[in-house]
């Protein structure tokens, strides 16, 4: 071996070794790692930074901001909601979320599938006296391999298509990994309906201080306008068809107020206070087309600046205490809305401009976002970092559906680039306003980009240098004397031993030219040994760190990390068996 091969080696020995230390945050160990090879000389520094140009990094940042524009719409959360009625055994209850997740990971990215999915699914476990350990780790996992139906599913596909297109100038289109992905989930569907019953059911996630908050209800005060689908039910008819999670609690009509009767019937132009957790009344009043109490109030117009919620709680010394929303004018003189208000332990039925307000209360306030930082410090009042809440968020459904299939439909007849459409749609969906620029940053996960930024020329060096050519030639050796299947086989086992100690793109970023090399020397066409290591790669069920998804689970079920072998090690088993053939038979080795 050449010495420029040698300290190659000796950078992906050392990046590999921080990555299982753990110690460090993987976008760190990438820079380190990319810092390394230029002090060693293996990446020279007019390539040191080629990475963050690369198609894969915006393909990625792309697609996370569509993923949030989709999750923000609310449009799968509520048929998951109206879905759920009609399936009540906890095995269907099980195979529902868990497809509704995998089948949604393959249109945006799978932790925005699965966060969009948490929430029902803890709720359907409560309605159900059912532990949420039971939905959870199968739904993560169900995630995983939706992610690899399509290009944009998960992070490995994008980069195990760039190096197709570099081996022989065409890459991978949206749809060419549907046929092994959809058989792949569909037949991990069928064993986490069954294999469920290996996780243990004595896992309780701790009480967060989020989680004690989502409990405690506020009141809201909305109207019912014209056509609106509340308008001559009665009290109760309403309460039942928001699963009694909204509560009326008084009506006011014509300047007077009425008790929130159960037989009382509800007219169009009444104006409702309404109680509930945030989430429940944001479902209510979209739904219903219910006019919220400020909506029709333009204050990030007024200050100037984008427009939001912030949730906040009074404390003593604020100058809110002991006075009405309607006497302070929060609109007329500071420019925001009160648009909520919650006191733990007590029922609210007055409108929102005539409660006195305590220290203590948690009240959610909407204008533009530099002033209502600018206001709750002059209302000495403490912003809630716990969670985020929707409610008074203005939402566009169908528009960010709308967009991304413009963008897949622009990409999957080869019209535009995927970068390019994928790029202009997440603009598209800021422009809009299906997702504020402010959200829409958020959503970008940065350390991904970072590490990708920085693992690909790492990675190149690999090429550059030859390492991928002898370790391909090693392969060769080993399975010279297996038959096709057995070659493919060695690779898919490889690079799903790798990914749970690595991140799923590092794990690409170093096998798929592995993958490829061993190929050629195999006299192989590459076609079925990138899809193994993308496979592979977007496989990790064995431990709550190789994929952010089984980490986001992790607390939330309550999982221990040896939880996660006693479902992923059989369900391994089942995409080596499984995915093997089903390669060869889509992507012929000859």
């Known amino acids: 071996m050449t010495t420029p091969q040698i300290l190659s080696l000796c950078v992906l020995g050392a990046m590999m070794a921080l990555f299982l230390w753990g110690k460090l945050r993987y976008d760190l160990v990438a820079m380190l790692a990319l810092l390394a090879a230029l002090a060693l000389g293996v990446v020279k520094p007019a390539d040191a930074f080629k990475g963050f140009s690369d198609d894969i990094v915006i393909i990625v940042g792309s697609a996370l901001v569509l993923s949030g524009a ?61 532990n949420a350990a039971v939905f959870l780790m199968p739904m993560s996992f169900a995630s995983l391999l939706g992610g690899l139906v399509t290009l944009i599913g998960t992070s490995p596909n994008i980069i195990v298509s760039r190096v197709r297109e570099e081996m022989i100038g065409t890459p991978f289109h949206m749809f060419d990994y549907a046929p092994v992905g959809l058989g792949l989930t569909l037949v991990g569907l069928v064993f986490l309906r069954f294999g469920y019953r ?64 159960h037989n009382a019937r509800l007219h169009e132009g009444d104006v409702l206070i309404l109680q509930g957790a945030p989430d429940d009344l944001d479902r209510a009043i979209a739904h219903d087309g219910l006019l919220l109490e400020g909506q029709h109030r333009d204050a990030a117009t007024a200050a100037g600046g ?33 648009i909520a208000v919650s006191r733990q332990g007590t029922r609210l039925d007055k409108r929102l401009g005539e409660i006195r307000l305590r220290a203590g209360d948690v009240i959610v306030l909407q204008g533009a976002f530099d002033l209502l930082f600018e206001r709750l410090a002059e209302f000495r009042c403490l912003p809630l970092a716990e969670r985020t809440i929707r409610l008074g968020s203005a939402r566009k459904t169908v528009l960010p559906l709308a967009i991304l299939a413009l963008a897949m439909a622009a990409t999957a007849t080869g019209l535009v680039p995927v ?10 969906v800021m422009v809009t306003g299906a997702l504020p620029v402010r959200e829409a940053y958020a959503h970008i996960e940065w350390p991904i980009l970072i590490m990708l930024g920085a693992l690909i020329p790492v990675s190149d060096s690999l090429h550059q240098t030859g390492v991928t050519d002898i370790a391909g030639t090693w392969l060769g050796h080993v399975a010279a004397t297996l038959p096709p299947w057995g070659a493919v086989a060695l690779v898919l086992a490889a690079a799903m031993a790798v990914t749970p100690f690595l991140n799923n793109a590092a794990t690409v970023l170093v096998m798929a030219p592995i993958a ?13 040994f990138l899809m193994a290591t993308a496979v592979g790669a977007g496989c990790d069920f064995l431990t709550p760190i190789g994929h952010q998804c089984n980490t986001l689970v992790m607390g939330a079920g309550g999982y221990r990390f040896g939880d996660y072998a006693r479902l992923g090690a059989p369900l391994s088993l089942l995409v080596l068996l499984v995915g093997t053939p089903l390669i060869l038979w889509v992507w012929p080795v000859r």
């Open 70 to 130: 989709v999750q923000r719409s609310g449009v799968i959360e509520r048929a998951m909601l109206f879905l759920q009625h009609h399936v009540t055994r906890v095995r269907s209850q099980l195979l529902l979320l868990a497809a509704s997740v995998g089948f949604a990971s393959a249109l945006v990215k799978n932790i925005g599938a699965l966060a969009m999915m948490m929430p029902v699914a803890i709720q359907m476990a409560k309605r159900s006296n059912t």
């Open 198 to 261: 290996l996780l243990p059911r004595d896992r309780r996630a701790p009480l967060t201080a989020g989680e004690a908050l989502e409990g405690q209800d506020f009141v809201t005060e909305a109207a019912i306008p014209a056509n609106s689908v509340a308008i001559g039910e009665t009290v109760a008819a309403f309460r039942k068809r928001h699963d009694g999670e909204v509560a009326v609690t008084a009506i006011l009509r014509d300047g007077e107020r009425r008790k929130g009767t």
């Open 306 to 338: 984008e427009s939001g919620v912030i949730e906040a709680v009074i404390s003593a010394d604020s100058p809110l205490v002991g006075r009405t929303a309607g006497r302070l004018g929060l609109h007329e003189q500071f420019g925001v809305n009160l």
């Open 419 to 428: 970068a390019i459409a994928f790029f202009g749609a997440a603009a598209l």
């Open 516 to 528: 490829a090399s061993f190929a050629t020397n195999l006299h192989y066409r590459p076609d079925a």
